[in-house]
């Protein structure tokens, strides 16, 4: 029987979603990798909001080498291709706000599994390493995708080639992370960011995520006709409505659950 290396909790409307490695520093192994897309598949249904932590002192240390034959590379490709791509898309493409409490150390895979979600907040203490080179490889995971995006090209180009650390101050100076707050803190600074994100319009959420995200892809034009077309959807939703009579009535909006 596998070993329970995910744990799952839902919490007035928050799934928080909890890698379970703690020995290795939730290292990232085949049965992880499994019950990860079943936890956000689950969580995409029944919550409002996704939290993903590191049980702990550390978030992810990335892959573990030790689950994988270093002799055949067309493995590691394979687990690229078959174990994170659809990770990596569930999250993406999650119309659901997804956080990253990073409580410790995120590298290599673990980083760009953090920087795949839609807000991080991550403790003083946590960094952020590219560790790749230090191996003979090239950032994966989407690290290629997300950095340029988020610290600009000479920024990633830089954490990619040194592999240093980036420290959780330094992260959130240069725009890659939301925001560093004091390890004590933590907790209860994502319990209170979720909770203002589940009592949110999560359609209207869900449409910010969509627009945001295609932004980088389109030219002006056409970015301006998907706002209009995204507008159109969020004008004619309830959450809308009550929205708009909360402001009018002066009171806080209910959004549906």
């Known amino acids: ?61 990335g892959q573990d080498l030790a689950d994988v034959d270093l002799t055949k590379p067309e493995a590691l490709a394979r687990i690229l291709d078959e174990g994170y791509t659809p990770i990596l898309k569930a ?48 950032p994966d995971a989407g690290g290629t995708y997300w950095l340029p995006r988020q610290i600009g090209f000479a920024r990633a180009l830089g954490a990619a080639l040194l592999a240093e650390p980036v420290s959780a101050a330094q992260a959130a100076a240069w725009g890659m992370i939301w925001q560093m707050v004091p390890d004590a803190e933590l907790v209860g600074v994502v ?23 295609t932004s980088f892809d389109n030219g002006l034009d056409a970015q301006l006709a998907l706002e209009a077309e995204l507008q159109a959807v969020a004008l004619a939703s309830a959450d809308f409505r009550e929205g708009a009579t909360a402001f009018l009535e002066k009171r806080k909006p209910n959004f549906g659950r």
Not at 113 to 138: E, K, N, P, T, W
């Open 191 to 213: 319990a209170k960011t979720s909770q203002q994100l589940a009592q949110g319009p999560n359609g209207a959420l869900a449409l910010i995520k969509r627009a945001l995200r």
């Open 91 to 138: 999250i993406y493409d999650c119309p659901l706000p997804v956080i990253a409490a990073v409580n410790g150390a995120a590298v290599g895979a673990g980083a760009n599994l953090a920087l795949a979600c839609d807000i991080v907040i991550a403790a003083q203490s946590a960094v952020f390493v590219q560790a790749f080179a230090r191996i003979g490889l090239i």
């Open 1 to 61: 029987m596998n070993a329970t290396v995910v744990l799952y909790a839902l919490d007035e409307g928050v799934a928080t979603i909890t890698l379970n490695r703690p020995e290795v520093m939730n290292a990232i192994n085949a049965d992880m990798r499994r019950q990860l897309i079943v936890a956000l598949q689950r969580a995409k249904t029944e919550a409002r909001v996704i939290v993903m932590t590191g049980a702990g002192k550390g978030f992810c240390s």
